[in-house]
């Protein structure tokens, strides 16, 4: 289903949604929107809302913005509980020049991502927000990622799913990526693509 900007985001509590698309299609813009609504409409305990942020900083490619966190569309997102990862997320792809590099980037990021994740199931709370669930997904466990969904009441993540940002030597990522995020969509209760 294609992502509205009018979706009324209050059909969206209660349930495990996933927004997914091309880069520099407003993923983490909605995701901030989704947190804001939930804070300053729904009146939701900060608290109570648990942020993954698994973004690299803004940076840009071939013209094209790529990254972004939460906060930098939605400031008063810091209020919420957002479980910090220790150090950066690599581009994975961006930042090598050959497979290898890409692959030692890809063994960095799932090392703190997983971190994060592990402190989330060890408290989980009835909101769940996600960024850039795909950074994730190049070397963890689907299993385990719906497993951690579904330990919330409220779910609402993204993922890049596209074509924009390839390497000659990324190929495979490529492929792996787009069956793990496909997997995610038929998971969810709501999967809506972005243009």
Excluded: W
């Excluded at 939701?44 to 939460?70: H, M, Q």
């Excluded at 497979?99 to 009835?126: D, L, V």
């Excluded at 795909?134 to 890049?160: C, D, E, M, R």
């Amino acid at each position: 289903m294609k992502f509205n900007r009018d979706l009324n985001f209050g059909n969206l509590i209660g349930q495990k949604t996933l927004i997914y698309g091309e880069t520099n299609t407003g993923k983490t813009l909605y995701t901030a929107n989704f947190v804001q609504f939930l804070l300053e409409s729904k009146n939701i305990d900060p608290k109570e809302v648990s942020i993954l942020d698994f973004a690299p900083k803004l940076t840009y490619f071939n013209d094209l913005k790529i990254g972004g966190r939460v906060q930098d569309y939605f400031e008063n997102s810091v209020k919420c509980n957002n479980i910090k990862l220790i150090g950066e997320i690599i581009p994975p792809r961006l930042n090598a020049k050959n497979k290898n590099e890409m692959y030692s980037n890809i063994c960095h990021n799932f090392h703190k991502i997983y971190e994060i994740i592990e402190i989330y199931n060890s408290n989980p709370t009835p909101v769940l927000i996600i960024n850039d669930i795909s950074l994730y997904l190049h070397l963890g466990s689907n299993k385990y990622l719906i497993n951690t969904i579904n330990k919330s009441n409220t779910f609402f993540g993204n993922s890049y799913y596209g074509t924009s940002i390839v390497r000659k030597f990324s190929n495979l990522l490529s492929i792996k990526e787009k069956k793990r995020v496909e997997f995610l969509i038929k998971n969810v209760d709501n999967p809506f693509v972005t243009e």
